[in-house]
């Protein structure tokens, strides 16, 4: 087992974070569907149609949680192989994920406080956004394209996490007014969306910037 350095246990407890409030809640959603008990809170969408709910779950919570360690570079200089095979294996994981998530946006009926005509056509534009950040990350790894890919794996795993930084988003709106319903709910879902991304061009940007420096260095090691 690689030793990790200090960014990367930073990026691994960070993400663990993120990730753990919605991928326990996914856990339980499963949980109380497969066993009949009454864990999460009565939510009659899923009640009358499970299987999209838990195609997303088993979709989203392993591409949020596995997806993490595809991001630490001591893991995929030691064990090259595993990337590779993870990586297939969470291309298909986030599909799943964005295509539920697609079908449940268009065909469950919310009502307009869970969901505002807004967070309608943002999560359209998140769902299949996140499906052509993994299908161009894909392809660029085919052919050998390797800043590319990373940079489209990114951006989809910041598409993919967004239900983490909405729970964080939504936390000074709950102490302060109260549960956001309605364009309010719909803004601050939006906004944490637009934050992932952020972030994510901004580790993309830095990331192309040490590419060069690292080159050089490796250059002049072998002198």
């Given at each position: 087992m690689p030793r990790l350095n200090k960014s990367e246990w930073?990026?691994?407890?960070?993400?663990?974070?993120?990730?753990?409030?919605?991928?326990?809640?996914?856990?339980?959603?499963?949980?109380?569907?497969?066993?009949?008990?009454?864990?999460?809170?009565?939510?009659?969408?899923?009640?009358?149609?499970?299987?999209?709910v838990v195609i997303h779950l088993v979709g989203s919570i392993p591409y949020c949680i596995l997806g993490i360690l595809q991001f630490l570079p001591s893991l995929r200089r030691a064990y090259p192989k595993w990337h590779r095979m993870s990586g297939r294996f969470l291309v298909v994981a986030g599909m799943l994920a964005a295509l539920?998530?697609?079908?449940?946006?268009h065909v469950y009926d919310f009502p307009v406080t869970l969901q505002g005509p807004l967070l309608y056509w943002v999560r359209f534009a998140v769902g299949f956004g996140m499906i052509g950040a993994l299908c161009l990350g894909l392809s660029a790894v085919l052919k050998r394209r390797i800043e590319e890919h990373k940079a489209w794996?990114?951006?989809?795993?910041?598409?993919?996490?967004?239900?983490?930084?909405?729970?964080?988003?939504?936390?000074?709106?709950?102490?302060?007014v109260g549960e956001p319903s309605g364009l309010t709910r719909d803004i601050l879902m939006t906004v944490s969306w637009v934050i992932n991304l952020l972030i994510a061009e901004a580790v993309i940007r830095r990331s192309r910037k040490l590419v060069p420096a690292y080159r050089a260095n490796s250059a002049l090691s072998v002198f």
């Open positions: 930073a990026i691994l407890a960070g993400l663990l974070f993120l990730s753990l409030v919605p991928c326990l809640g996914g856990l339980f959603r499963v949980i109380e569907l497969i066993v009949g008990l009454e864990v999460m809170p009565e939510n009659p969408r899923v009640r009358s149609a499970p299987v999209p539920s998530g697609l079908w449940m946006t794996m990114i951006r989809a795993y910041a598409l993919g996490q967004g239900a983490g930084t909405q729970v964080i988003t939504a936390i000074p709106w709950l102490i302060m």
